[in-house]
T-cell receptor, first 112, second 114 residues
Framework: QQQVRQSPQSLTVWEGETAILNCSYE??????FPWYQQFPGEGPALLIS?????DKKEDGRFTIFFNKREKKLSLHIADSQPGDSATYFC???????????FGQGTKLSIKP | GPKVLQIPSHQIIDMGQMVTLNCDPV?????FYWYKQILGQQMEFLVN????????KSKLFKDQFSVERPDGSYFTLKIQPTALEDSAVYFC????????????FGSGTRLTVL
């Protein structure tokens, strides 16, 4: 049972464009949604996160849009740069549990 | 930022042998985790650990797996005996709290079971 799903599996955009990565979840108890960025040979690192009480979170070029009713969220990366090329994981947890459930990841490639 | 160190970065062993993966978590963190990743794909939760005890473990955390953190030293994952399907990258993580807290991951240990 896949509790957190991501799409697309891979995405290629041109430098300067906005990349949109999608995520959906099944468990209504999930209320914390971090996005992690992973480069080859490294561990994932927190990029940005949102709590379910919010519908939008911005941090520089990165924005999360959250729709609680539809159990969907998306990560928008504006003005994409070649250095943004990485795998992005959507994750979820219930507030009182530290365990994160990860999606399958989206491999993002930015063409210069 | 805070660093989680994992030792070794690579480990090759024969099937049936025992292996211990070591993790040096962030110094003031209280919660510890192991995740398994195959071929750069999904991060699969194995186990989390707090106050000297396993809090929760997944179906992937087989009976051959064990974790401990003796006397506040390394947080370890031991597999005894190993199987071919244990080949993967194992990531250790730690966090300050157990709720909506940032998990800090190490760079992983690539385990190859022959």
């Amino acid at each position: 049972q896949q509790q957190v799903r991501q799409s697309p599996q891979s995405l290629t955009v041109w430098e300067g464009e906005t990349a949109i990565l999608n995520c959906s979840y099944e468990n209504s108890a999930f209320d914390y949604f971090p996005w992690y960025q992973q480069f080859p040979g490294e561990g994932p690192a927190l990029l940005i996160s949102i709590l379910s009480v919010s519908d939008k979170k911005e941090d520089g070029r990165f924005t999360i849009f959250f729709n609680k009713r539809e159990k969907k969220l998306s990560l928008h990366i504006a003005d994409s740069q070649p250095g943004d090329s990485a795998t992005y994981f959507c994750a979820a947890s219930a507030y009182n549990q530290g365990k994160l459930i990860f999606g399958q990841g989206t491999k993002l490639s930015i063409k210069p | 930022g805070p660093k989680v160190l994992q030792i070794p970065s690579h480990q090759i062993i024969d099937m049936g042998q025992m292996v211990t993966l070591n993790c040096d978590p962030v110094s003031n963190h209280l919660y510890f985790y192991w995740y398994k990743q195959i071929l750069g794909q999904q991060m699969e939760f194995l186990v989390n650990f707090y106050n000297g005890k396993v809090m929760e473990k997944s179906k992937l955390f087989k009976d051959q797996f064990s974790v401990e953190r003796p006397d506040g030293s390394y947080f370890t994952l031991k597999i005894q005996p190993t199987a071919l399907e244990d080949s993967a990258v194992y990531f250790c993580a730690s966090s300050l709290g157990g709720g909506a807290e940032t998990l800090y991951f190490g760079s992983g240990t690539r385990l190859t079971v022959l």
